[in-house]
T-cell receptor, first 112, second 114 residues
């Protein structure tokens, strides 16, 4: 079992729709969770971090965390073609460690 | 403010040769990370520096890889001798707080070993 699992996609949504990206993780001691966006041929860009159960909103992005179910998700409202990218889920294990464990990423395609 | 920079952007070497990758983190960031992505796989952690000290090097694949961070500023990652399976994209990242993970990634160095 992979430590961080994501559906590789592609996930295709029409412009203006809500895109829902999901991630599960295996290590129950994980405390910090991150979503990165990576455009083709570019480096990952941190877009959201979440540390507590519940929702965290930032603009069109909402991260949701459920530690009991070991599940973290990213919702993108009013999806735009410019949101088309690979979205990477990353989990930080334990305390005071900077090591991140990444999933393989979900490719999102937003169609005009 | 300059972001994380890496040099070179691409490197093509023969098996058995040596390659040194360089990373300059964002000024003032004590935490520096190296990650690697090989074709078709997820990004994998290599190691974490806090200033000039290695905080966690659990991801270094073997002793052919040597990372240093002189004076707590820039970092180098040397692969000697390079093997075919070392091909991939090597990312450097930096952050102010360690538990915040890798806040800012560099553009990466694409290494091809022939």
């Amino acid at each position: 079992q992979k430590e961080v699992e994501q559906n590789s996609g592609p996930l295709s949504v029409p412009e203006g729709a809500i895109a829902s990206l999901n991630c599960t993780y295996s290590d129950r001691v994980s405390q910090s969770f991150f979503w990165y966006r990576q455009y083709s041929g570019k480096s990952p860009e941190l877009i959201m971090s979440i540390y507590s159960n519940g929702d965290k909103e930032d603009g069109r992005f909402t991260a949701q965390l459920n530690k009991a179910s070991q599940y973290v998700s990213l919702l993108i409202r009013d999806s735009q073609p410019s949101d088309s990218a690979t979205y990477l889920c990353a989990v930080n294990g334990g305390s005071n460690t900077g090591k991140l464990i990444f999933g393989q990423g979900t490719t999102l395609q937003v169609k005009p | 403010e300059a972001g994380v920079t890496q040099f070179p952007s691409h490197s093509v070497i023969e098996k058995g040769q040596t390659v040194t990758l360089r990373c300059d983190p964002i000024s003032g960031h004590d935490n520096l990370y190296w990650y690697r992505r090989v074709m078709g796989k997820e990004i994998k952690f290599l190691l974490h520096f806090v200033k000039e000290s290695k905080q966690d090097e659990s991801g270094m694949p073997n002793n052919r890889f040597l990372a240093e961070r002189t004076g707590g500023t820039y970092s180098t990652l040397k692969v000697q001798p390079a093997e075919l399976e070392d091909s991939g994209v090597y990312f450097c990242a930096s952050s102010q707080a360690p538990a915040g993970g890798a806040e800012f990634f560099g553009p990466g160095t694409r290494l091809t070993v022939l």
